[in-house]
């Protein structure tokens, strides 16, 4: 079977053999994105966003998305909650790789940040057909964009806040008609020693630190060819909070190496990507920082992706995607020895806009999967524009989440006889535009069966099932106004998220799943003078899953001011929890209290 795939990318590449030429100016190594945001609800997050709420992803979700973050305290272990989904059923995709942890399934998102990227992009909804294991509730992209002619440009940015908190980055690019380089380096760092007295609450032991380095190059060929090459380096350390200074400390280690290289083709109605990446993920855990680690792994992926695009007829087009997968990880102190698995997957997308008011698309996956038979996969839409000021689409997919390395071989306890999750998805998005005003409305219903869950068994010993069948099933609604006049100029965008996630067996809410959500946005600019605000609401928070404890409703309020005294150089302040809220995501940890920062830029 894996030798029918190499055959594939041999057929693919070789396809190429003639076309008419086509320029090439931007290097966007995710293909895919764009594309599914003909009918999929994507949010993308540009510079001038993430500057907003620099401090960390988990406060960029948080304020700028409908997602609900689940973190242990600021800056320490952080989830996602995707449409009532877990952490583990969202995928984190790197440059269009995804790089969930082949031990967990998941990504932490505080040891992602978000200096080490151009934009980012919040995918609502199933997407295993394009981004593999875990994008049942939805996908978060990190992307680094190469252009090409644009010369050199770079920035610095230093930032104190509250705490003891630092970061900073220096970012640099150039670039020619026929080479592309760029250049990153981020820091962060905060003693992260806040203070709730209400709560007699002290974040002891919640320092953390983190460098990142991005590297990126792309050359062109010729006039229809270029290679590309993308890299990240990242090292982080975590201490775990701890309620009293008796109690023993912990802390975390991470250290990831990203590798992406690429061959890019545009021949006309011929495109073609083929790339090779290698994943290496390092953690060690140690149950007190005097000692010894006591815990930890390292994981391996070496990927090699296809995407051959063919243009059939006016717009119309059909999408090979094939990708070979060997992983490899390795425990300490876990029983897992020395595991391997080899994953082989083909995905077939058709899509089609003969007409300028209506289109479509349909895809099919299957994966291979060296140790557990992978589900076939699915995905259909299509969007209509019934009129210029009214626009409807439908999305329906079969997506699934894959056992992990954990859940597989941990001993003791892991089940080599497990089964993959899988989702059945549908939605229906109905978008409203007149003039300034953008009004979209999504609701959705999405059936996910074989949860794999940790549960006790004979002599208390734990190990995990495919026993939980989920329910969800809810609306997302969002407001955006943007208006222009002369120097001023006003963006606002409110969002209403309603999410009901139902374990089918006991009739419950899932935890850490709030039924009601809003996010408000705003920002006001004129001429050197910019202001924004940001207000979360959470609502009632089951943190069980007999919806017997909970988390109250809150309120945040974020604010922030800028100013350019001169060209290319930004100096701005913000505040944090405006109104002094006592609250928590997850409970017992507690959220800092009203706190500020200060930040420079310059871009020269």
Known sequence: MMRYFFILFLFQMT???????????????????????????????????ILENTTSLSDLLRSQSNIYIKENGRGAVSSPSFRGTTAQQTAFVWNGINVNSIFLGQGDINNLNILSYDNLAVKYGGGSVLYGSGAIGGSIHLNNILDFDKGFSASLFSEYASFGTSNSFIKAKYSNEKMSFSFSANHSQSANDYEV??????????????????????????RNSEIYWQSQHYDSSQHYPVFEESYTKTKYLVQ???????????????????KVAYLEDNFQYFAD???????????????????LDL???????????????????????????????????????????????????????????????????????AKYTVTKWYQASVNLSKNFRAPTFND???????????????????????????????LIITPYYMYIKDNIIWVPGFGGLWSPQNIRKTKAYGIETQLAFEKKMGSHSINSVIAYTFSK?????????????????????????????????????NGKTFTDNYENMFLKDNVILNA???????????????????????????????????NFSIYLKFNF
């Open 256 to 274: 990831t190496l990203r590798s992406v290289a690429g061959w890019k083709m545009n021949l006309g109605n011929i495109h073609n990507d083929l």
């Open 311 to 381: 243009s059939l007829w006016h717009k119309t087009s059909i999408n090979f995607i094939s990708e070979y997968q060997y992983n490899t990880g390795e425990g300490y102190q876990s029983g897992i020895g020395n595991v391997k698995r080899n994953i082989g997957s083909f995905a077939l997308l058709f899509r089609n806009q003969n007409s300028e008011k209506f289109y479509w698309e349909i895809g099919t996956k299957k994966d291979v999967v060296e140790g557990y038979q992978a589900p076939f996969l699915y995905s259909g839409g």
């Open 501 to 537: 996630s139902v374990d089918m067996e006991t009739n419950k809410q899932l935890m850490y799943v709030p039924l009601h959500k809003i996010n408000l946005n705003a920002d006001y600019h004129y001429k050197i003078f910019g202001v924004f605000l940001q207000a979360i609401y």
């Open 289 to 307: 920082i005097d000692k010894a680690q006591t815990s930890g792994g390292t994981g391996k992926q070496y990927i090699i992706h296809n995407d």
């Open 197 to 222: 007295p209400e709560k007699n609450y002290i974040n002891i032991n919640g320092q953390y630190k983190n460098i990142g380095i991005n590297l990126g190059l792309a050359l062109k060929v010729n």
């Open 408 to 438: 597989l071989y941990w001993q003791p306890g892991g089940n080599t006889n497990l089964k993959p999750e899988t989702s059945y998805q549908a939605e229906i998005s109905q978008t409203l535009h007149h003039k300034n005003i953008k």
């Open 15 to 49: 396809s190429q053999i003639s076309a008419q030429e086509t320029l090439i100016d931007t290097v966007i190594i995710d293909n895919q994105l764009k594309k599914s945001g003909e009918i999929s609800k994507i949010n993308f997050l540009n510079a001038d966003k």
């Open 560 to 594: 922030g001011v800028s100013v350019n005294p001169v060209q290319h150089f930004t100096i701005g302040a913000k505040i944090n929890n405006i109104g002094n809220q006592i609250y928590a995501t997850t409970n017992y940890y507690y959220m800092p209290k009203r």
